[in-house]
């Protein structure tokens, strides 16, 4: 675990090379993805059956035992426990009310000599939500993805969850029951991207893939993009915390635990004027490590990954943090919602000290879908947004058509483009 010091003359050199990291893709991975996306856009269902009785272990004969039925769904909803359901609905209906609050309309005016400008918002057609399985279950990525989506009015949802060996997951299924999911297929890896990017005879052609995989899977996501549309490519979980030393270290030690948990390359990053808060926040790292259940996990990411950092005040913490542009960014201090204010970059702000990054991954409300390793500097956490397109309208009335026609043919034969110029100049001489 790295310990900076913001007095140092080469800080912010020795800050970048604590926030490199390395996200080429593999060559291999690279050929074996671009080989199955081909296959499939070939082949189509028997492409993908052939790829999900391979990697997932499977026995699959025909494409129409990839889809899981609706009672499939509502059967695991029954399956899980009252306590297990109760929190799925009450984070589905807090995702739900945030994202109504994100909603765009559509909107028009009229100038006064008649011509209508606007904006026509509409939803996607159909959207595809990659969902990992295996070890690893994922009810709360359901939630954070469908949800908008049908909250910006999205008609067809369709969910690609992998089985492997043909185990499904209660809590995951029961999430896309909660959270208005229309299809699901037991299809996973680069074969079920392809599958939604492409279309086959049994799985939908869509129009945008969301929802987070291994290397393969961010890596097809990155290889279809412009046939579809995609959220975005994540790389590892990362949490900056600032905080003026008042806070529990133990809260603090844990918070850092939240995301090192993750993976090996997950960040973790604690920013403090208070040198003395960041030695006890060491104890503290120390004695917790001792009894978590990923400890292993967690032990790597503090050492290749994570950082200790002392400024001189507030003022150069938040500059330090708008630097780093961080996925999470706990800020862990008196009047919170003050230097909340002094933020340019971030991709989800977690103000006091009673606001944990944890209730933002489950049920706050705000999407846990976030830009990663600096991404924050130009792009936004998934929502609505990410699922309504805006189409421009522009209505000419007579008199508008010969006042702008004007213009547009001054400009058009500018540029050398005639048949521009005359397709203004007819109207205008109408």
């Not at 009229?110 to 209508?116: C, L, N, Y």
């Not at 918070?255 to 503290?284: G, N, R, T, Y």
């Amino acid at each position: 675990m790295r310990e900076l010091d913001a007095s140092s003359k080469d800080f912010w050199q020795q800050l970048d090379a604590v926030l490199a990291w390395d996200d080429s893709i593999d060559g291999g991975v690279s050929a074996t993805v671009s080989a199955i996306l081909a296959d499939v856009k070939k082949r189509g269902d028997a492409a993908v059956i052939e790829y999900t009785n391979k990697f997932d272990r499977m026995q699959v004969k025909s494409a129409a035992e990839l889809e899981l039925p609706a009672s499939r769904l509502q059967q695991a909803l029954k399956n899980i426990n009252a306590e297990h359901r109760s929190a799925l609905e009450i984070a589905a209906h807090r995702v739900r009310a945030y994202a109504e609050h994100q909603k765009v309309e559509s909107w028009q005016y009229t100038e006064a000599d008649g011509t209508v400008l606007g904006q026509k918002v509409t939803a996607m057609d159909r959207v595809g939500l990659y969902v990992p399985g295996g070890k690893a279950a994922y009810p709360s990525s359901v939630i954070m993805n469908a949800v908008p989506a049908k909250a910006a009015g999205v008609p067809e949802l369709i969910m690609v969850v992998p089985t492997p060996d043909g185990e499904q997951n209660d809590l995951v299924l029961a999430a896309a029951a909660i959270s208005g999911v229309d299809r699901v297929f037991a299809v996973g890896g680069a074969q079920a991207v392809a599958a939604l990017a492409y279309g086959t005879d049994t799985i939908p052609k869509v129009d945008k893939i969301t929802g987070p995989g291994n290397s393969y899977v961010a890596t097809a996501k990155r290889m279809v993009f412009g046939v579809v549309g995609i959220d975005m490519i994540a790389g590892p979980s990362e949490i900056l915390v600032v905080c003026d030393g008042k806070t529990s270290p133990d809260w603090i030690a844990m918070d850092l635990f939240s995301q090192a948990e993750h993976d090996e390359e997950a960040q973790s990053i604690l920013v403090s004027p208070d040198a003395d808060f960041i030695a006890q926040v060491k104890l503290s790292i120390e004695k917790l490590l001792k009894d978590i259940p990923r400890k292993d996990i967690i032990a790597t990411s503090l050492k290749n990954r994570a950082a200790l950092i002392k400024v001189e005040d507030m003022v150069q913490a938040i500059a330090v943090a708008n630097h780093i542009a961080p996925e999470h960014l706990e800020l862990s201090m008196d009047d919170a919602e003050h230097w909340a204010q002094q933020i340019r970059h971030a991709g989800a702000i977690f103000m006091g000290r009673y606001t944990a990054e944890a209730i933002g991954d489950y049920c706050a409300g705000p999407n846990h879908v976030l830009p990663t390793s600096g991404t924050a500097r130009f792009s936004s956490p998934l929502g609505v947004y990410d699922f309504q397109k805006r189409s421009s309208l522009i209505g000419c009335s007579a008199e508008g058509a010969a006042t702008l026609g004007q213009v547009a043919v001054t400009l058009a034969l500018g540029e050398g483009l005639t048949a521009h110029a005359r397709s203004a100049e007819y109207r205008v001489k109408a």
